[in-house]
C-alpha cells in the first residue's frame, strides 16, 4: 500500500489545517491507521488513530479536543484535522497503517508563534 501525505505548510498559533492521507493499492477500510509526528532532532511520536472498521479514535493526551482522525472510504483517505494550533505542534507528520509496515513520506506542519 503506498500512503502520500498532503496539506502541511505554515500557520499561526491558534489556527488550523487539514492533512490528508491518501492511500492507493489497497482500501482503507479494515485494520488500525495512525497519525505520528517528528520535531527536529527527537523521536516519532503517536498522534491519533482510527480503527477503520469500526470508527473508534485514539489521541495523545496533548491533541485531545483540538485534533479530529477520520476517513472517507469512497476517496480511500484519512484525515486528521488540526485547530488551535501550537507552536509545539510543529514536526513532519507521518500517516501509516499500523502492524503493517505501511508508512508515507510525510507532510511537514509549522506553526509559528
Known amino acids: 500500500v503506498q500512503l502520500v501525505e498532503s496539506g502541511g505548510g505554515l500557520v499561526q498559533a491558534g489556527g488550523s489545517l487539514r492533512l490528508s492521507c491518501a492511500a492507493s493499492?489497497?482500501?482503507?477500510?479494515?485494520?488500525?491507521a495512525a497519525w505520528f509526528r517528528q520535531g527536529p532532532g527527537e523521536e516519532r511520536d503517536f498522534v491519533a488513530a482510527l480503527r477503520l472498521n469500526g470508527g473508534n479514535t485514539y489521541y495523545t493526551d496533548s491533541v485531545k479536543g483540538r485534533f479530529t482522525i477520520s476517513r472517507d472510504n469512497a476517496k480511500n483517505t484519512m484525515y486528521l484535522e488540526m485547530s488551535s494550533l501550537k507552536p509545539e505542534d510543529t514536526a513532519k507528520y507521518y500517516c501509516?497503517?499500523?502492524?503493517?509496515?505501511?508508512w508515507g513520506q510525510g507532510t511537514q506542519v509549522t506553526v509559528s508563534s
Open positions: 501509516a497503517r499500523l502492524f503493517t509496515g505501511d
Open positions: 493499492g489497497r482500501t482503507f477500510s479494515t485494520g488500525y
